[in-house]
């Protein structure tokens, strides 16, 4: 069974810093493409991040670029999202998501649970 789990939300004050790690079970990770999204309250669950298998391909939303970098560690079936510059918009429940297809959309096979960031003062 696969079991996606996501750590390291919390409250934090605008323009400060978090790092999510997602721990992944049950699966072949180093073969799946990985990937970060959200889902503010009243909105849609939106991309964040991805991180293709072998990490050549990192790819941003837009909205985080520049602020957000995402890292993933085979040995250890490990993804994290380290957020800087954080902004009142950024908060929301923040999933990680692993599949076989490299995407921005929610195509991915399995999701973890989901960990709450918000950022306010």
């Known amino acids: 069974q696969v079991h996606l789990v996501e750590s390291g939300g919390g409250l934090v004050q605008p323009g400060g810093s978090l790092r999510l790690s997602c721990a992944a079970s049950?699966?072949?990770?180093?073969?799946?493409?990985m990937a970060w999204f959200r889902q503010s309250p009243g909105k849609e669950r939106e991309f964040v991040g991805a991180?293709?298998?072998?990490?050549?391909?990192?790819a941003y939303a837009d909205s985080v670029k520049g602020r957000f970098t995402i890292s993933r560690d085979n040995a250890v079936n490990m993804i994290s999202l380290q957020m800087n510059r954080l902004k009142p918009e950024d908060t929301g429940v923040y999933y990680c998501?692993?599949?076989?297809?490299?995407?921005?959309?929610?195509?991915?096979?399995?999701w973890g649970q989901g960990t709450q960031v918000t950022v306010s003062s």
């Open positions: 998501a692993a599949g076989s297809t490299f995407t921005a959309t929610s195509a991915y096979d399995y």
């Open positions: 049950g699966l072949a990770f180093s073969t799946h493409h």
């Open positions: 991180s293709a298998w072998s990490s050549k391909m990192i």
